[in-house]
T-cell receptor, first 114, second 114 residues
Framework: AQSVTQLGSHVSVSEGALVLLRCNYSSSVPPYLFWYVQYPNQGLQLLLK??????LVKGINGFEAEFKKSETSFHLTKPSAHMSDAAEYFC????????????FGSGTRLSIRP | DAGVIQSPRHEVTEMGQEVTLRCKPI?????LFWYRQTMMRGLELLIY????????DSGMPEDRFSAKMPNASFSTLKIQPSEPRDSAVYFC????????????FGAGTRLSVL
């Protein structure tokens, strides 16, 4: 069965600093991988997705993620944090054969220090 | 498009009462998902529908929970009788036929059972 593990339930960075949110996946077949973002009192929205076309995936708001098969990782990065990036971030995985169902990680809350 | 619409946004009820949550998916989307989010358990998939048919309800906690999708534009999640441990934020999401694993979330219903 597929799963994702997000390392660190809470990450705090200074404004302008690098953002790195970690996600490792487990899957018996090449997976689809996603990052979703949830702002306070809102639903989740798609940040970016990996579908095997390219290992480096660019998303909205300057975020990107790199698929590393050898490390079974899909970490999310942003070169320079902005106050508006404060939110909860979820890594998620689905399989080609059952693409309707997505397995979400436990989430990482990102705080930005002025 | 207006996005996925959920109602009510907030619901406060007393233990033992029936609660009905409503969802209108994005027009043209044929998959609909109900999730529950709590601090303790994170984001849990309760049930999902394809073309109005329930496909996987293995996440429904117990018989007190039921979900219906009478047509392509409407779904309900009912809890009867409600209990304090049902307090959570309930999300509805939908996806389109050609991209089932990209889900669009509503703003959620925050349920408090006293």
């Amino acid at each position: 069965a597929q799963s994702v593990t997000q390392l660190g339930s809470h990450v705090s960075v200074s404004e302008g600093a690098l953002v790195l949110l970690r996600c490792n996946y487990s899957s018996s077949v090449p997976p689809y991988l996603f990052w979703y973002v949830q702002y306070p009192n809102q639903g989740l929205q798609l940040l970016l997705k990996y579908t095997s076309a390219a290992t480096l995936v660019k998303g909205i708001n300057g975020f990107e993620a790199e698929f590393k098969k050898s490390e079974t990782s899909f970490h999310l990065t942003k070169p320079s944090a902005h106050m508006s990036d404060a939110a909860e971030y979820f890594c998620a995985v689905s399989l080609y054969s059952s693409a309707s169902k997505i397995i979400f990680g436990s989430g990482t809350r990102l705080s930005i220090r002025p | 498009d207006a996005g996925v619409i959920q109602s009510p946004r907030h619901e406060v009820t007393e233990m033992g009462q029936e609660v009905t949550l409503r969802c209108k998916p994005i027009s043209g989307h044929n998959s609909l998902f109900w999730y529950r989010q709590t601090m303790m358990r994170g984001l849990e998939l309760l049930i999902y529908f394809n073309n109005n048919v329930p496909i996987d309800d293995s996440g429904m906690p117990e018989d007190r929970f039921s979900a219906k999708m009478p047509n392509a534009s409407f779904s309900t999640l009912k809890i009867q009788p409600s209990e304090p441990r049902d307090s959570a934020v309930y999300f509805c999401a939908s996806s389109q036929p050609r991209a089932k694993n990209i889900q669009y979330f509503g703003a959620g219903t925050r349920l408090s059972v006293l």
